[in-house]
C-alpha cells in the first residue's frame, strides 16, 4: 500500500491513535517508529500491518452487511398492505413515482378506504326494495346496482363545513371564471351554435349570453363534466352525508331521491349506470343537470329522438334556457342593477335582511340608503340588494338584483355564480362582436 510511518508522523488531531509515545515505547508499533525506517522492513511490524488490514476488510464487510439488513426494514410495506411505504428518507422517498404508481395500481388492497362497497349494508337494500316498488323496477336489478356502489371519502369531504368560516372574495372567483381561455371557448361555442342560441332565445326569452355563460362556467362547453361514476357519488352523499353539517339529514335524503331518479333515468334511457360519470354531487352532462332536473327539464332541442347533454350542444343550451324559463325567466328583464351606497342614510342590515330574494320596491331601497340610476327607479318588480365580498382587505361589491337573477341562483344557490355567469356571457359576447 505504499505506507511509510514515521516517528512523530501521527499527532494529536489524528484521532485516538494520534498521541505521543511516551519515553519507553522503543519498540516498534503499528503506527509509529523511532526511526526513519520503512516499517515493512521489520517482521513484526509486517505481521502487525498484515493483521490490522484484515481487521479493517472485516469490519468494512460487516458494516456493509448491517447495512443491507438494515433496508428492507427501511422499505417495508405501509399498513393495510400493499403499495410504498411512506418514507421519510428525503428524495429517495419520491424517487420514480410512475413505478409506484404501476404498483399501486397493481395491488388490490391499496384502494380499500375508497372502495368499500354498500353490498352488505341493510339501509341500502331496504332502500333499493322501496325504490324498486316506487318505480316498478326489478328489485334484483336495483339491489345488484346499489351493491356495486362505492363510499367515495373525497365526495364527503368536499361537502364536508369548513372548520373556520373563511372569507369570501368576489374578484378572486371572477377572475377565475372569467378568464381569457374560458371567454376564447365560449366565442368558439356560439360560433358553432348560433342557430340553436338564437332559437332558444326566441322560444324561451332566456339570452343566449347566459345560456353560453352558464355552459362555460359550469363545463367549459363540455370540457369539464366531471371524473365521478355518479353511482358512487349520490350512493356515498345519500349513506354517508357527513353528521358535521348543519343540514346532514335533509341534504342526505335529497341525495337519496337524486339516487333514485338517477335509477330511474338509467333504465329509461339504457344508460348502464356504472358508466355514467359526473360532478361529486351527482351533476351531469355540459349542463350538469342534476338526475330529477334532467327528467323535468332537459329537452330534445334537435328533435332526434333522444335527450343527450354530454355530447349534444343543441341539447344542452335548449335544456338550459327550458330550466330557468321554468324557474320565472323574464324576457327583456335585466338581471341587475348598479347601486352605491349612501353612508349617511345606510340601513344596510335592513337592505340585506332577505339575502337574494327580490322583496324591496326601488323607493324602499332608496329609503334604506342605497342610491339606484334611473332605469332602476323606473323598474316594476321588487328587487334585493346583492352583496358580493371581496375578502377582508376590500370592500364589498353591490348590485341591485331582480327576478331573473334570482332565477340564475335556481341553477346554482350562490350569488357569486349568478354574477360570473352574467359577466363571463357579457365578455364572451363582446369579444365575439368585435
Not at 107 to 117: D, L, V
Not at 144 to 172: C, D, I, K, Y
Not at 342 to 363: G, N, Y
Request: a positive charge; charged letters at 20%.
Amino acid at each position: 500500500m505504499g505506507l511509510l510511518l514515521r516517528a512523530g508522523a501521527v499527532d494529536s488531531s489524528s484521532g485516538p491513535a494520534g498521541h505521543a509515545a511516551s519515553s519507553d515505547q522503543t519498540e516498534c508499533r503499528p503506527f509509529m517508529h523511532c526511526s526513519a525506517r520503512p516499517l515493512f522492513l521489520y517482521p513484526r511490524c509486517r505481521l502487525a500491518l498484515c493483521l490490522l488490514l484484515a481487521a479493517l476488510i472485516s469490519l468494512a464487510c460487516g458494516q456493509s452487511t448491517a447495512a443491507q439488513a438494515a433496508r428492507p426494514q427501511a422499505a417495508a410495506p405501509a399498513l393495510r398492505g400493499c403499495g410504498p411505504a411512506q418514507s421519510t428518507q428525503g428524495p429517495s422517498a419520491t424517487t420514480n413515482k410512475k413505478e409506484k404508481k404501476a404498483k399501486k395500481r397493481k395491488c388490490p388492497a391499496t384502494h380499500s378506504a375508497s372502495s368499500a362497497t354498500y353490498a352488505d349494508k341493510p339501509a341500502v337494500r331496504e332502500a333499493a326494495d322501496r325504490m324498486a316498488q316506487s318505480n316498478a323496477l326489478s328489485r334484483s336489478w336495483v339491489r345488484n346496482t346499489l351493491a356495486q356502489a362505492r363510499m367515495l371519502p373525497e365526495v364527503a369531504r368536499a361537502v364536508t363545513p369548513a372548520q373556520g368560516p373563511g372569507v369570501r372574495n368576489w374578484q378572486v372567483y371572477r377572475d377565475r371564471m372569467v378568464d381569457p381561455a374560458r371567454v376564447q371557448a365560449g366565442v368558439q361555442f356560439w360560433l358553432r351554435n348560433a342557430q340553436a342560441l338564437e332559437r332558444a332565445e326566441r322560444e324561451t326569452g332566456v339570452p343566449a349570453s347566459v345560456v353560453v355563460g352558464i355552459l362555460g362556467v359550469e363545463t367549459i362547453y363540455g370540457k369539464r363534466m366531471g371524473k365521478y361514476r355518479v353511482l358512487d357519488a349520490l350512493a356515498t352523499l345519500a349513506f354517508d352525508f357527513p353528521a358535521s353539517h348543519p343540514k346532514a339529514l335533509p341534504r342526505a335524503a335529497y341525495f337519496l331521491q337524486e339516487l333514485e331518479a338517477f335509477l330511474v333515468w338509467c333504465q329509461a334511457t339504457g344508460r348502464d349506470p356504472l358508466t355514467v360519470r359526473g360532478s361529486y354531487a351527482g351533476a351531469m352532462g355540459m349542463a350538469q343537470f342534476m338526475p330529477s332536473s334532467w327528467q323535468k327539464y332537459a329537452v330534445d332541442f334537435d328533435a332526434d329522438g333522444r335527450i343527450d347533454l354530454f355530447d349534444n350542444s343543441k341539447d344542452a343550451i335548449g335544456s338550459v334556457a327550458n330550466y330557468l324559463a321554468a324557474f320565472g325567466w323574464k324576457a327583456g328583464m335585466p338581471t341587475h342593477y348598479p347601486v352605491q351606497l349612501d353612508a349617511a342614510r345606510l340601513d344596510l342590515p335592513a337592505l340585506l335582511e332577505k339575502d337574494i330574494l327580490p322583496s324591496m320596491t326601488p323607493v324602499q331601497m332608496v329609503e334604506r340608503g342605497a342610491m339606484l340610476p334611473a332605469q332602476a327607479m323606473q323598474h316594476t318588480g321588487l328587487l334585493a340588494l346583492i352583496e358580493l365580498v371581496n375578502g377582508e382587505d376590500a370592500p364589498a361589491s353591490y348590485v341591485a338584483g331582480t327576478a331573473n337573477f334570482y332565477a340564475l341562483t335556481r341553477y346554482n344557490w350562490s350569488s357569486f355564480y349568478a354574477m360570473s355567469v352574467i359577466e363571463l356571457g357579457q365578455e364572451t359576447k363582446a369579444v365575439r362582436q368585435r
